[in-house]
């Protein structure tokens, strides 16, 4: 059974880095699009990023192009997302989520907020942006 650990997380000043890991186990991750969604205290879920299985192919939702970027560790079987300059109102709590396409896969989708596409979930990891 597919499992997804996440970690990273902690407090950091504006304009500050952190990187977020997503460990799978169960299963490996060049066999699923992985994905990078976040949920702030009464918000609704925003999707962020996504890799598809073959490692090609990266998405971004417009508001974090240029200062998030989402790789891949096949050996460590991770996925990590690298924040920089991290504002105020990137504070939320951060999933990674994985949905199944078998080896090959070109493409990732479903970051929609209201997105069904990813079956399953980690636990989230908090991120808190405070001066």
């Known amino acids: 059974q597919l499992q997804l650990v996440e970690s990273g997380g902690g407090l950091v000043q504006p304009g500050g880095s952190l990187r977020l890991s997503c460990a799978l186990s169960?299963?490996?991750?060049?066999?699923?699009?992985i994905g990078w969604f976040r949920q702030a205290p009464g918000k609704g879920r925003e999707g962020l990023s996504c890799i598809s299985s073959n490692g090609a192919t990266t998405n971004y939702v417009d508001f974090i192009k240029g200062r998030f970027t989402i790789s891949r560790d096949n050996a460590k079987n991770t996925v990590y997302l690298q924040m920089h300059s991290l504002k105020f109102e990137d504070t939320a709590t951060y999933y990674c989520?994985?949905?199944?396409w078998g080896p090959g896969g070109s493409t990732c989708y479903g970051l929609e907020s209201d997105s069904e596409t990813f079956e399953t979930w980690g636990q989230g990891t908090q991120v808190t942006v405070s001066s």
């Open positions: 989520a994985a949905d199944y």
């Open positions: 169960g299963n490996t991750v060049d066999n699923y699009s």
